[in-house]
């Protein structure tokens, strides 16, 4: 890794990356208190706070206790020059205030508002006679067999609690001599049996349902021998689960990794969540049991885990609940019937999830799995599920073709999911590989190798999202098809990186981590800062998932202040401070959350009126530029240029109903809309413009016009007038 430069500024001009996570998932709890959502996509949003959330402390919390606990002095204290403790300090003080909301919001509005549209959740108290029987013949045939008491005394010492496992901490008293003795006992919730019980359906969109553990809570009593139950509450622990592998002494990197994922079971706690009415003498067994402090305890008023109620939003007959499903289009150049290869091979093609179809990917590589023509199929995997692309590079094996697939053992928690599918392709014949030893591979690419009657072609796909047709139609994701030599060969060479030990080669199209992919980015900024210092016009749009990298970030406030106008629209995390007088005035950030999420990673760099976009698998963070294998790609057919900068970063520049602006404190608010301004949801708009490209049977290739972002007036940009005519249209 090539030496990293301090921080150009002093601390307080940049974001602590923790606190700043922790402000995105609070834009994800405002769409769930957002009355303008339907009320299962309010629940939705709850739950995705919650699984937020549980990551956030599985990996990033756990690596702060660890520093704390340990007394470990960290060599970096990071830019904005927090120590570890006290990001700790500042965490529970802001997840304490985000929880408590949560649970109210979920308390106050949207159970009550999903039992007024017929989804009502039930206490076993409330169960009608018939619900009362139905109830107990489910708890005698499927649910008590699988249940396990487990006694805690001197010869039961406190059970191993899984990570977010689902737990019941129990009082029970014996009788003995006359004397009642107390003990606890501790009952697991089993995973493998559905929370979500549905009691009833009454007419269509009638729904009353209750809760796993509220079920088990009832039946106690019959779990230990007729045993008092005194008392009783629901409990969760979450554990560390950062993988630290030290893959250079790995003889087997996929053996390696399982023996990893065993030992996350048992790894550290890090956060106790226990019932809000739990008894003190509770809390106290479960600290104690877990060597946890009073600051990790998260008392909730409702449900423990709040993930589990995704399960409602695939609810059937509840339409009128949640927001309409989006179709996606079949991307128009794919759209009349032609074969993939010589549409490819006529032009690029841009596609843009999820409001075009992914199901051309999938047709690439099923096409090139049954082509006898086709010699070679290349592709890296990330994060992919049970898809026809791992049936199609298995057929292909089977079909006598050379089959490569790069599957990234390391992709954090989905370790499971890819080792089960990278022994199903070396089952079929396919050639899995891991990638290189101490390096994420995070690119999207695939790669097909064809002959044809003048020569062999090389068929490229480049995507800023995984080959995931789950993930496909719920993440926005902007693909590259092209048949371009330069970008066939630049392919090639990378798999080769990935595969052997290829060194040295000169990239033609391709920017690549961690090979000086840093330095690239750095010297576009500053060259737009040099093109504003001699009056040239200079602009940069940059929208990502992440902006972290200091040096980065120094080099945006050396642009800002040479008169670069800058645009970052960042989903996540962002450590810059925007606004600030004489280093950030002319940056802007915004975020926008959605029904989408916004995944993208789009660069627009305005070069003197040469324009240069880029797309990207790569956020700007430390660990896409020097510990994962990344790519960046130019767009350079003048048509899907532009249509990504006519109409993607038009749409989300302007967007005034989901954007929210980063002020310098760190703090978010929602970018205020003047009486006259038209409503512009990027989201709606760009579903808009794929269903009218589809209609008129064309990519939707709009004139090129030059981003303008006027002057603020009281602290507001204005959208761009060719986009509030769209969105007009689009209403």
């Known amino acids: ?94 997840v304490h205030e985000l929880v408590t909301e949560q649970y109210r919001i979920l308390g106050t509005d949207v159970l009550p508002g999903l039992a007024a549209g017929g989804v009502e959740r039930v206490q076993f108290d409330d169960l009608s006679a018939a619900e009362r029987r139905h109830v107990d013949a489910l708890f005698r045939a499927s649910i008590y067999p699988v249940l396990t008491p ?16 689902l737990n019941i901490a129990l009082v029970v008293e014996r009788q003995n001599g006359g004397q009642p003795r107390r003990h606890f006992a501790v009952v697991q919730v089993p995973a493998v049996l ?120 695939r609810l059937d007959d509840c339409a009128g609940l949640r927001d309409e499903p989006l179709v996606p289009r079949v991307s128009p150049p794919f759209a009349q019937g032609q074969d993939i290869f010589d549409v490819i091979r006529a032009h690029d093609v841009l596609v843009h999830l999820p409001y075009e179809s992914f199901g051309c990917v999938v047709d690439l590589i099923e096409r090139a799995a049954d082509d006898p023509q086709v010699l070679a199929i290349k592709q890296t995997l990330y994060r992919t599920s049970a898809s026809p692309i791992i049936a199609a590079l298995a057929r292909a094996a089977q079909n006598g073709k050379q089959v490569t697939a790069l599957v990234e053992l390391k992709a954090r928690m989905d370790e499971q999911n890819n ?16 990638g290189i030893v101490g390096l994420k591979t995070h690119c999207k690419a695939a790669l097909v190798v064809r002959r044809e009657a003048d020569g062999i072609r090389r068929y490229v796909h480049l995507s800023t999202g995984n080959y995931n047709p789950a993930t496909a139609r719920t993440y926005t994701d902007l693909g590259l098809f092209t048949a371009h030599p330069d970008f066939g060969e630049d392919t090639s060479a990378l798999f080769n990186l990935l595969t052997g030990y290829a060194d040295g080669y000169k990239w033609k199209k391709l920017l690549v981590a961690p090979l000086g992919l840093r330095d690239k980015i750095v010297a576009l900024i500053e ?74 990673r789009i660069s627009y760099f305005e070069n003197a009126g040469d324009p240069e976009v880029y797309l990207a698998s790569a956020d700007w963070m ?51 809309r003047a009486a006259a301004d038209p409503v512009i949801r990027s989201q709606l708009v760009l579903q808009h413009l794929a269903r009218e490209a589809a209609r008129e049977g064309g990519e939707p290739h709009p004139p090129f016009v030059p981003i303008v972002r006027r002057p603020r007036v009281s602290g507001e940009p204005a959208e761009p007038a060719p986009l509030a005519e769209r969105a007009r249209d689009s209403a």
């Open 1 to 94: 890794m090539p030496e990293r430069a301090l921080p150009a500024y002093p601390p307080d001009h940049y974001l602590n990356r923790e606190l700043s996570w922790l402000e995105f998932n609070a834009r994800v709890l405002e769409e769930a208190a957002d009355a303008t959502n339907p009320w299962l996509e309010r629940l939705k949003f709850l739950a995705i706070f919650s699984s937020n959330l549980d990551e956030f402390f599985e990996i990033r919390v756990a690596g702060l206790q660890q520093q704390v606990y340990a007394g470990v002095e960290p060599q970096d204290y990071g830019a904005d020059g927090l120590a570890p403790a006290e990001q700790l300090a500042a965490i529970e003080r802001r």
């Open 150 to 165: 487990l006694a805690i005394d001197p010869g039961h010492p406190f059970p191993h609690v899984h990570n977010k496992s």
């Open 194 to 313: 559905d929370r979500v019980v549905v009691v009833s359906t009454h007419g269509e969109g009638r729904v009353r349902f209750i809760l796993l553990e509220d079920i088990i809570a009832r039946y106690l009593r019959e779990l230990f021998g007729g045993l008092r139950v005194v008392s009783h509450t629901v409990f969760r622990v979450t554990r560390n689960t950062d993988l630290t592998i030290q893959e250079e002494d790995a003889e087997d990197l996929l053996e390696t990794i399982e023996e990893s994922l065993r030992q996350r079971m048992r790894s550290d706690p890090v956060r106790l969540e226990i019932s809000a009415d739990a008894d003190e003498v509770f809390t106290g067994l479960l600290t104690d049991a877990h060597d946890l402090e009073p600051r990790d305890v998260y008392r909730v008023a409702g449900p423990v885990d709040l993930t589990v109620l995704m399960a409602l939003h």
């Open 419 to 434: 080792i089960a599918w990278a022994r199903v392709l070396e089952q079929a014949g396919v050639h899995v590989v891991y």
């Open 527 to 600: 060259r737009e800062r040099r093109h504003a210092q001699a009056g040239r016009p200079a602009r940069i749009i940059v929208k990502m998932n992440a902006l972290v990298e200091p040096s980065v970030i120094d080099a945006l406030y050396g642009a800002s202040q040479a008169g670069v106008t800058i645009d970052l629209v960042i989903r996540g995390i962002c450590c810059l401070r925007p606004g600030l007088p004489g280093v950030s005035e002319n940056i802007r950030v915004t975020s926008i959350v959605d029904k989408f999420l916004e995944h993208s």
């Open 622 to 672: 430390p660990r896409n530029f020097w510990r994962r294998i990344e790519t960046v790609f130019p767009i350079e057919d003048a048509g899907i240029q532009a249509r990504i900068v006519g109409d993607v970063l038009q749409a989300v520049l302007a967007d005034n109903v989901k954007a929210r602006e980063l002020l310098p404190d760190g703090s978010y608010r929602r970018r205020a």
